[in-house]
């Protein structure tokens, strides 16, 4: 940075250099890396799905719990929350291992030089 430019120039001439680097690559790789971002957008994209699947059932089972019941009741409806909870974050951590195994292997396809 010159002695009299201020950061902001500074900062946007430093983005625009990295900018001009990255469209760069872009170029010299093409779409090697397009299956590995597909794959790890696909990954968060159901990430999110079941955070937003798993807040929903905890503010259900909130919802249930500050409902008068019996203690039999609240005990058995809790069980079967917990029950069916534990079975759908397994199912959910066995889908999301998937994705990332698909995910890291297109990555590490990408890395691969092309055959000849």
Do not use: C, W
């Amino acid at each position: 940075m010159a002695e009299n430019e201020n950061p902001a120039s500074a900062a946007a001439k430093i983005g625009e250099s990295v900018a001009a680097q990255l469209a760069n690559a872009a170029n010299v790789y093409g779409g090697a890396f397009a299956g590995s971002f597909k794959a790890l957008q696909e990954y968060q994209t159901k990430l999110l799905h079941f955070v937003q699947e798993n807040t929903s059932a905890n503010v259900q089972l909130t919802q249930k719990i500050l409902q008068p019941r019996s203690p039999s009741d609240f005990v058995e409806f809790l069980s079967t929350h917990l029950r069916e909870r534990a079975t759908a974050i397994a199912d959910q951590a066995k889908e999301l291992a998937t994705l990332g195994q698909e995910a890291a292997k297109k990555a590490a396809e990408s890395f691969t030089p092309p055959k000849s």
